[in-house]
Nanobody, 126 residues
Framework: QVQLVESGGGLVQTGGSLRLSCAAS????????MGWFRQAPGKEREFVAA????????DYASSVEGRFTVSRDNVKNTVYLQMNSLKPEDAGVYYC???????????????????WGQGTQVTVSS
């Protein structure tokens, strides 16, 4: 079993930046990829970004490409999401997930994930 804990959310103005962290513990060696999703009230959980175990491959939703960067530190067992140029539509609860599958395109779907964190709230004021 893998435990994931997100942190770093908060309130930021439009155009501002935040860095989210996702600390992993437990059977982390079973996770071949990690992803970030977000969910706004009344909406489905949507894919934001993903990264493979070695950090050599990443994938982004078109809505965040060029503004967000996903990275990982395997010494600290932590995955990060650097979010720049934030917009009001970026607001929501951000979740990190762990996937056994390593195909980054396949894990754009939340059902492909085996573990989830509790989420961290991001609010963007206009």
């Amino acid at each position: 079993q893998v435990q994931l804990v997100e942190s770093g959310g908060g309130l930021v103005q439009t155009g501002g930046s935040l860095r989210l962290s996702c600390a992993a513990s437990g059977r982390i060696f079973t996770m071949n990829a990690m992803g970030w999703f977000r969910q706004a009230p009344g909406k489905e959980r949507e894919f934001v970004a993903a990264i493979n175990w070695s950090g050599t491959a990443t994938d982004y939703a078109s809505s965040v490409e060029g503004r967000f960067t996903v990275s990982r530190d395997n010494v600290k067992n932590t995955v990060y999401l650097q979010m720049n140029s934030l917009k009001p539509e970026d607001a929501g609860v951000y979740y990190c997930g762990g996937a056994v599958r390593s195909d980054l395109i396949a894990i754009r779907t939340p059902t492909q994930y085996d573990s989830w964190g509790q989420g961290t709230q991001v609010t963007v004021s206009s």
